[in-house]
């Protein structure tokens, strides 16, 4: 099972590097423009937030470490967050050997702001980090859209 998830990160990490081309023809000061329709976030910060995500469920807590959260301002340009994003395919390439053939095995996990443990499975939460990103790539067309740019396809079956 570990190798066809591998294979379907692979189409995950493909639809990402269609919309991460897609961004860098955006203007910069459009990257990081604050949005008030999207509580004041940015493309840029929506990309970060999305790769926090699979640090901070991933990492910090199905595998209990401790990594500071990206700052989104630390990535001024779309070529920095691809490298966020580099990290973060370590990330689940770590994930996905660590808990191999443990998939639906529920582990109680540690989730900062919960007073008790959470029983969840590694698919469980390889599953919330990608349908999150898929969830906030959609909400970064729908803002380069009220930019004045035309989203590109960028799902996983481009047609």
Request: proline share 7%.
């Amino acid at each position: 099972m570990t190798e066809l998830l591998t294979a379907q990160y692979d189409l995950v990490r493909d639809a990402r590097s269609v919309l991460l081309a897609y961004c860098a023809i955006l203007a910069p000061a459009d990257f990081t423009a604050p949005l008030p329709a999207f509580n004041h976030s940015s493309i840029r910060d929506l990309l970060v937030h999305g790769a926090a995500t699979y640090q901070h469920w991933l990492v910090n807590v199905a595998l209990g470490q401790s990594h500071p959260y990206p700052e989104e301002a630390t990535f001024p340009d779309v070529a920095a967050v691809g490298q966020l994003y580099a990290q973060t395919d370590e990330f689940v390439a770590e994930h996905l050997q660590r808990f191999r053939g443990q998939w639906q095995t529920a582990m109680p996990l540690r989730v900062p702001r919960r007073s008790e443990p959470v029983q969840l499975t590694p698919l469980a939460l390889f599953t919330h980090v990608i349908t999150h990103e898929f969830h906030h790539k959609g909400q970064i067309l729908s803002m380069s859209r009220q930019l004045g740019y035309t989203p590109v396809d960028t799902d996983v079956v481009r047609t």
